[in-house]
């Protein structure tokens, strides 16, 4: 999921700043308040996959740029904001990454719907560093961009009305249950440029899987090493049993 870190080289005290915390129902408020602003602005209705890229280019006026030099040259570092060039930033490794690119976008959207007022009072004479977007702790803040970006690439609405149109499994206690389910609400919904990890955190935060854990994005999440059979334990002791024999 989506994480934001300062430049290693950044000045400014942004992460001393106290941002207020921030209800889980104002996030989703602000989420859906500018896809109204951005419908009445395009003259018409938005629908899913949300166009981020649109949103932040023609809406919010920011420039995209890709960059694998500097601070990008970490592939761990995936994207970043600077607020007072309007240019948001993302790893050139995640370009080819549709679901984590458009991830990375949006979380950068969130940081300027919530918090980019109160950073630019706040630190006035250090306004064009970096907020990064990294792959390891979460800042509160950092928290309240990756819910941000959430809501705004998969509605509430939209996930709510694609849930009602498909059947329920009776039982989603594996990981491969939890991500096959998540896959059919992006299809159903019409949300393909999301990735499967974001819809099941998606999903959990809505209250629909409640019984599935957090996913990271990582190999391990989706798997789970095989118990081995009574059979295949069987086996393997009768193999060894022979060719001690032998």
Known sequence: MARSYRHPNMTSNAFSIEFPEL??????????????DFSEF????????????????????????????????????????IFASNVIQVNASVESNEGRYNFTIAHEIGHHVLHRQIYLEASA??????????????????QQAD????ALLMPQQAVSEAVSAIPRPSKLKT????????????????????????????????GYLSEAS????????????ARPSFRGTLWR???????RLK
Request: aromatic share 8%; charged share 25%; with cysteine.
């Open 23 to 36: 209800s889980d129902d104002h996030i989703e408020a602000s989420a859906r308040q500018l896809l109204s």
């Open 42 to 81: 395009s003259g018409s209705s938005v629908s899913t996959p949300i166009s981020v890229e649109s949103i932040a280019e023609h809406f919010l006026g920011y420039e995209i740029e890709i960059s694998d030099e500097g601070l990008f040259a970490d592939p761990d570092y995936l994207g970043g904001i």
């Open 125 to 142: 004479e250090n306004a064009s560093n970096i907020l990064c977007r990294d792959t390891n702790d979460k800042p509160l803040i950092e």
């Open 147 to 150: 819910r941000f970006a959430a």
């Open 175 to 206: 990981p491969r249950a939890v991500r096959g389910y998540a896959a059919t609400v992006t299809k159903v919904g019409s949300m393909g440029n999301v990735s499967n990890t974001a819809m099941v955190n998606r999903l959990i935060d809505l």
């Open 214 to 225: 957090y996913q990271r994005g990582t190999s391990h999440d989706f798997s789970r090493r």
């Open 237 to 243: 002791l009768l193999t060894r049993y022979r060719r």
